[in-house]
C-alpha cells in the first residue's frame, strides 16, 4: 500500500528558531499533498495544500509567512515554522494524494511530527 | 461547504458488544466518505471509505460502515469490539469535484472496557 513517512517524528526546539518538517510519499508519486495540524483532542485543520512545482493554497487565518511549505518533486514536500513560539507547538501531520492512481481521491497521511517550542 | 458531525465526543463499550460510532455530513455533491482511527501520538490510519456503489462498506480490523443517503449519515459499526480497538475516530468527506479538500469531523473516543 501507499506509504507516506514523515521526518522528524517529534522535534523541540527553542523560540525564534526555524523548523523544518519533511513529507515524503515512498512508493508513488504525489503532485498534491496536505498539511494539516491537530491540537490535543481536538480534529485536523487543515492548514495548506502543496502542489509540485506551484505556490502553496493556505486556508483562512493560516500565515504563509510563518509556514513555509515547498513542495520541489513528486515525493517530497517541506513545512518550515519560521520563527517559532511556543503557541506553535502542536502535532503536525501531511497527507498525500496518489495523482497516477486510479483512485486520485484518496489521501494517504503520515505519522505525524510533534513539535515542541519551548 | 461541506461539514461533518460527529456527536459523540466518546463512546464506552463493553468488550464483545456491538459498537457504533455516528457521523452524518453535508456536501453539495455526491459525497466520498472516510472513516480514520488516530492511536496516541500516531498519523491517522484508514478504515474504510464510501465512493459509490453498495451502501454498506466493508473495511479494515472488522470495521464497516453503512451510507444512509436520506439521514446523511455514516455510522462506524463493529460487531463484537476488542480493548483493542480504543482509539480516536475520524469521519471524514470529501465530495465529486472536490476531492482536493477532505473535511474532517471532531472525533470520537472509543473505549472497549474489559
Known amino acids: 500500500g501507499a506509504v507516506v513517512s514523515q521526518h522528524p517524528s517529534w522535534v523541540i526546539c527553542k523560540s525564534g528558531t526555524s523548523v523544518k518538517i519533511e513529507c515524503r510519499s515512498l512508493?508513488?508519486?504525489?503532485?498534491?499533498m496536505f498539511w494539516y495540524r491537530q491540537f490535543p483532542k481536538q480534529s485536523l485543520m487543515l492548514m495548506a495544500t502543496s502542489n509540485e512545482g506551484s505556490k502553496a493554497t493556505y486556508e483562512q487565518g493560516v500565515e504563509k509567512d510563518k509556514f513555509l511549505i515547498n513542495h520541489a518533486s513528486l515525493t517530497l514536500s517541506t513545512l518550515t515554522v519560521t520563527s517559532a513560539h511556543p503557541e506553535d507547538s502542536s502535532f503536525y501531520i501531511c497527507s498525500a494524494r496518489d495523482s497516477t492512481g486510479a483512485y486520485s481521491y484518496e489521501q494517504y497521511f503520515g505519522p505525524g511530527t510533534r513539535l515542541t517550542v519551548t | 461547504a461541506q461539514s461533518v458531525a460527529q456527536p459523540e465526543d466518546q463512546v464506552n463499550v463493553a468488550e464483545g458488544n456491538p459498537l457504533t460510532v455516528k457521523c452524518t455530513y453535508s456536501?453539495?455533491?455526491?459525497?466520498?466518505l472516510f472513516w480514520y482511527v488516530q492511536y496516541p501520538n500516531r498519523g491517522l490510519q484508514f478504515l474504510l471509505k464510501?465512493?459509490?456503489?453498495?451502501?454498506l462498506v466493508k473495511g479494515s480490523y472488522g470495521f464497516e460502515a453503512e451510507f444512509n443517503k436520506s439521514q446523511t449519515s455514516f455510522h462506524l459499526k463493529k460487531p463484537s469490539a476488542l480493548v483493542s480497538d480504543s482509539a480516536l475516530y475520524f469521519c471524514a468527506v470529501s465530495f465529486s469535484g472536490g476531492y482536493q479538500k477532505v473535511t474532517f469531523g471532531t472525533g470520537t473516543k472509543l473505549q472497549v472496557i474489559p
Open positions: 456536501v453539495s455533491g455526491n459525497p466520498y
Open positions: 464510501y465512493i459509490t456503489g453498495d451502501n
Open positions: 512508493d508513488f508519486q504525489a503532485t498534491t
